[in-house]
């Protein structure tokens, strides 16, 4: 009986391990606070302002899907390994929502950058060795007047 506590556990990190070996460099919208990216990126008020628009709907989104995993998490038999594996399954189902959700969203920004801020962008993500989105910058002026 003590091994089945243990197994909820042990299956949540074996389905969910891949998802932390993450690859992609993501922005993080939604999830680091929005001023932080507004400051790195240096974005003007019509950028800073759709972002936190796409903030919002990413933490609604998650909020939704939270709920998901809650209702399943109450619902779903967990009395057996296979009933456990089939809980887990149904987890990494939410779990690549989630992520893909955030991929979209950090995308839907980084179309808002100009060529500097997404240079500033494929800068961060050679630094921490991520594979970074690729898009085509808007031909935006700068937020920062020439000196």
Same mark, same amino acid.
């Given at each position: 009986?003590a091994?089945?506590?243990?197994?909820?556990? *042990?299956?949540?990190?074996?389905? *969910?391990?891949?998802?932390? #070996?993450?690859?992609?460099?993501?922005?993080? +919208?939604?999830?680091?606070?929005?001023?932080?990216?507004?400051?790195? *990126?240096?974005? &003007?008020?019509? =950028? #800073?302002?759709?972002?936190?628009?796409?903030?919002?709907?990413?933490?609604?989104?998650?909020?939704?899907?939270?709920?998901?995993?809650?209702?399943?998490?109450?619902?779903?038999?967990?009395?057996?390994? #296979?009933?456990?594996?089939?809980? #887990?399954?149904?987890?990494?189902?939410?779990?690549?929502?989630?992520?893909?959700?955030? %991929?979209?969203i950090?995308?839907?920004?980084?179309?808002?950058? &100009?060529?500097? =801020?997404?240079?500033?962008?494929?800068?961060?993500?050679?630094?921490?060795? %991520?594979?970074?989105?690729?898009?085509?910058? =808007? +031909?935006?002026?700068d937020?920062?007047?020439?000196?």
């Amino acid at each position: 009986m003590a091994k089945l506590l243990y197994l909820p556990i *042990f299956i949540c990190l074996f389905y *969910f391990e891949g998802s932390l #070996a993450q690859k992609d460099c993501i922005l993080g +919208v939604g999830i680091t606070e929005d001023k932080i990216l507004i400051d790195v *990126f240096q974005m &003007n008020e019509q =950028q #800073a302002e759709q972002m936190m628009n796409y903030s919002a709907e990413l933490k609604y989104r998650n909020e939704l899907l939270n709920n998901q995993a809650e209702n399943i998490l109450k619902r779903h038999p967990q009395s057996s390994e #296979a009933e456990l594996i089939i809980l #887990a399954e149904k987890y990494k189902v939410i779990r690549d929502s989630m992520e893909t959700v955030q %991929r979209m969203i950090d995308i839907r920004t980084l179309k808002l950058f &100009n060529e500097k =801020q997404y240079m500033r962008y494929l800068e961060l993500c050679e630094e921490a060795f %991520r594979q970074p989105f690729r898009i085509i910058p =808007q +031909v935006i002026q700068d937020s920062i007047p020439p000196k």
